[in-house]
């Protein structure tokens, strides 16, 4: 429900992106990946602009074959439900101030999107206007990595890009107990620990990561030399 969908654009070695949805939302880097962890801020910042003008914040619409969803916080996404149930009920911040006991910069803080709130306080102000949140259902091709950290992962169709990114078709998946130093830099494990991984000296090509990426239809299992020790190992290509 607010996972916005981005668009990619370069020029040269320059990417910026831009955001139907929020379409104040911009962020840049120099590879579409620094791209697609700027966009989080991007987007954080935008939201600021729709409380400062009392504006209902938007739901997110479905992404295009070309566009990259970008998964928010819980915190923030439990920030967008308030602020929209504040509206809905047409309440200020004084109002919501008065129905939790609480100070007026405190009420403030739980729809500033730069501010860091706890979760619990956030939903604690849902249920005194009598709303919950559920955090908004990923998409199909969202892949969850268990032992990445908190809420750690990535959406299939970006490591299809990284692939790309990479001039690679297939790579040998190399999950290794050890920490990211011990791994191959050609294998999945490591793309998956470098790139998307809170934690990254921990295995994170493990069988279900691996499994729901067959899942999505986007890559296949297979077999391939090891470029660096020339035997043949476990791999996953693009499909």
């Not at 809420?151 to 790309?164: I, S, T």
């Not at 001039?167 to 290794?176: L, M, N, Q, S, Y």
């Not at 729901?212 to 296949?220: Q, R």
Request: proline fraction near 5%; hydrophobic fraction near 40%.
């Amino acid at each position: 429900m607010y996972e916005y969908p981005i668009t990619a654009h370069q020029e040269a070695d320059h990417y910026w992106s831009s955001c139907t949805d929020i379409p104040e939302a911009h962020s840049t880097g120099d590879s579409l990946e620094e791209l697609l962890k700027n966009a989080v801020a991007g987007i954080t910042l935008a939201l600021t602009i729709y409380v400062d003008q009392g504006r209902e914040i938007p739901a997110a619409s479905d992404p295009a074959e070309d566009q990259h969803p970008i998964a928010l916080p819980a915190v923030t996404v439990a920030k967008i439900a308030l602020w929209n149930a504040m509206r809905a009920q047409g309440l200020k911040v004084a109002d919501l101030a008065r129905k939790l006991g609480v100070s007026h910069p405190v009420a403030n803080r739980l729809v500033d999107f730069e501010h860091n709130s706890k979760i619990e306080q956030v939903e604690g102000a849902l249920a005194a206007l009598g709303q919950t949140v559920k955090a908004a259902t990923r998409n199909p091709g969202w892949i969850p990595l268990p032992y990445g950290g908190a809420e750690a992962g990535f959406y299939a169709r970006r490591l299809v890009d990284a692939f790309r990114e990479l001039d690679k078709g297939e790579i040998v998946i190399g999950a290794v107990a050890s920490k990211l130093d011990g791994v191959k830099p050609h294998s999945l494990d490591y793309l998956l620990r470098s790139r998307y991984a809170r934690n990254c000296d921990t295995k994170q090509a493990v069988q279900a990561v691996v499994d729901d990426l067959v899942a999505t239809g986007l890559f296949a299992r297979s077999r391939m030399d090891d470029p660096q020790t020339g035997r043949e190992v476990d791999s996953i290509k693009l499909v």
